[in-house]
């Protein structure tokens, strides 16, 4: 079964960081992309990042370029995703998902598998 589970939300000030970490298991190839996203309340779910593990390749959101950045461990299976700079408007559930094709990309319709959620509020 596969899995996904982000760590690492919270409570922060605006211009503080956070650092989420989403943890895959169950799934066997080495070849698939990890986005994140976020839904703030009555909003759609928009990407914010994304990162193909097999050679590193990043996307990012016009709105959180040059704030945020996307990372990998292959070795333990978790990808991270640094926010720096930190602005009330980023205050949403972060969600990570796995794109089984490995190319990624910022569509929420490419993936296959979602964790659970991690609640990042920035306060101001």
């Known amino acids: 079964e596969v899995q996904l589970v982000e760590s690492g939300g919270g409570l922060v000030q605006a211009g503080g960081s956070l650092r989420l970490s989403c943890a895959v298991s169950g799934f066997t190839f080495d070849d698939y992309a990890i986005g994140w996203f976020r839904q703030a309340p009555g909003k759609e779910r928009e990407g914010v990042s994304c990162?193909?593990?097999?050679?590193?390749?990043?996307a990012y959101a016009d709105s959180v370029r040059g704030r945020f950045t996307i990372s990998s461990d292959n070795a333990k299976n978790t990808v991270y995703l640094q926010m720096n700079s930190l602005k009330p408007e980023d205050t949403a559930v972060y969600y990570c998902a796995l794109d089984s094709t490995g190319w990624g990309s910022l569509n929420r319709d490419e993936y296959d598998y979602w964790g659970q959620g991690t609640q990042v509020t920035v306060s101001s």
């Open positions: 990162i193909d593990i097999s050679d590193g390749s990043a």
